[in-house]
């Protein structure tokens, strides 16, 4: 029973996909999966390619296919898909969908399913490193504009403003105060001490009794 219903699957598959299956042998072949990728990179080939690998245990369709994911010979490589790397994601993704189908032809489904998973898994990447471009370009656009908008005035900004201005200014009378105190003692020093000297301080110097320049007269000393 199993032998026939794998015969007649092999037909319809290779009614859907002649040109991408190759046979192994009676109960083994591959089928090349072509995978849609929007690459913005002109070196990247537009669409990835996938091989999956089937052999058909005898019991099949009543137990599961033995399945295995490879890439074909110099496949064009891919920033976003690393079928080394994914093949164990995508082979686990599709055990739920082999479940379901135990008992039946599910080849198709199989091919569907993995295709659709790994264009998912490949969007996903592509967005996410969209995403961190843009958010690289944004923190770069960010600090170009600080310097033309200065930073943004808060209550905590505008307060350690306030502190540092009013510190400064409390800097500059104390200094303008120094100087000037500083010219007040200058100003001290440069003035003479005038004073008029009485009769008794004329006398003890010696100059009573001399003649007064001025007025001509003669003063003579008394005792």
């Known amino acids: 029973m199993g032998k026939a219903e794998q015969l007649e699957e092999r037909e319809v598959l290779e009614s859907i996909f002649p040109d991408e299956i190759q046979d192994i042998s009676e109960s083994e072949y591959q089928l090349s999966i072509y995978l849609d990728a929007d690459n913005s990179d002109d070196s990247e080939s537009q669409y990835l390619q996938i091989i999956l690998h089937v052999k058909y245990p005898p019991d099949y369709p009543d137990v599961p296919p033995i399945l295995d994911i490879h890439r074909p010979t ?27 189908n135990i008992g039946m032809a599910m080849i198709f489904t199989i091919v569907s399913i993995l295709k659709e998973n790994a264009e998912q898994l490949i969007s996903s990447r592509q967005q996410a490193w969209q995403e961190e471009q843009e958010k690289t370009l944004m923190d770069a656009e960010r600090e170009e504009n600080k310097k033309f908008h200065g930073t943004p005035v808060t209550s905590e900004t505008f307060a350690s403003w306030r ?11 104390r200094k303008e105060e120094e100087l000037e105190e500083l010219a007040e003692r200058k100003k001290s020093k440069g003035k003479e001490h005038v004073s008029v000297l009485t009769g008794k301080q004329l006398w003890m110097r010696g100059m009573v009794g001399k003649l ?5 007269m003669y003063i003579e000393a008394t005792s």
């Open 74 to 100: 110099n496949a064009t490589q891919n920033k976003f898909f690393n079928i080394t790397e994914d093949s164990k994601y995508l082979l686990n993704s599709l055990i739920e969908t082999i479940d379901e």
């Open 163 to 173: 502190d540092g201005f009013i510190k400064e200014m409390c800097e500059i009378k």
């Open 212 to 216: 007064d320049e001025e007025d001509g």
